[in-house]
């Protein structure tokens, strides 16, 4: 069903009726209309508010205003939700561990580790990202030490901030060219301590703590949303309810990744990963939402060949663009006018330097904290799924 169904029903709410039956509630009506003595149990409430839960943090995200939409507040927001998300469904999982241990769920809880050990590679290159838009964050940091705050401009500060333009525009367009220029650097999260913290995830494929030259954001999505199907009625009586947790969970990390590799600069970015899910869940609304409003604004004439969909990438796009204009068109002495002009492109450039210097390194830390609680969270319930196993 295409995501322009759900618009009616796009903005957020407290009440969830509105956000239509969710798949507990339908179930719970069918057995209630064949024993009306028939009352939810604490295992039906538990997993139905987990979906309540999901759909109210994505209507909130899809509540934001438009000019806050891809902007690094709103992609710490998104980060927040699935951390949010994601402790609850651990919950979930040690509450219910001894149904993990047994077919079916052991299969289902192993594919859904599976992609959370994908995901790492996303926020890997997602970091690389970040540490990108912080070198053209250098740049705009030069034209501002060049051309604010002088009590007259000569040629010499100009040409100063012209370079550094010429820079930042040449790393820019590089960076859209080949969407790889960051693969050499091999970075990661893993600190000097990360084996002793997790010797029990040492099996980890190597690919999980570094991305290779060769690695494709697009082709790894493809990867963590392969097989991912919805749960048969028949798979849902025969699992008590816990499968469709498992599949809103993989969902929203599909979800959360894609939204990311849209965001910030990778190697091999790809938009085309398809979001398909049935309105019986009711957190489908606002995701499917977002998706397409990402997908609209990666259209737009101006952010169509952009490096990444980032609100503070497209603002140092603009801003470089009218600087090079102005400073091509200038000639010395300035005039009047001409200092005024510079003196506005100028402020404009503090506004966007101030928003990525203020911004970056908050993100980058809210990454590598998703980086180890899916880490920590995947060993911890392995963990407790093992355990429950061998006491059966």
Known sequence: MPATDYQQTSSPTSSFPSLGFSIFSRRRDQVHSMDPTHEATGHENELEAFQKHVAERFHELLAADSNELLSIPWIHKLLDAFLCCQEEFGVIVYENRGFFSRAPMDRYISEFFERNVKALDVCNAIRDGIEQIRQWKKQLEIVLCALDNQQSIGEGQFRRAKKALIDLDIA???????????AHRNRSFRRSDVQREHNSSAHFRSLSWSVSRSWSAAKQLQA??????????????????LNVAVFTMNYVLLFVMWALVAAIPCQDRGLQTHFSVTRQFVWAIPILSLHEKILDESKKRDRRNASGLLKEIHEIEKCTRRMNELADSVQFPLTEENEREVKQRVQEFGIVFKAVKDGLDPLEHRVREVFHRIVSSRTECLASIGQANSND
């Open 172 to 182: 820019m367009v590089g960076e859209k060219e080949s969407n790889s220029t960051l």
């Open 224 to 241: 963590i949303g392969n097989n991912l199907v919805v749960p048969r009625t028949n798979e849902i009586s025969a699992t008590q309810g």
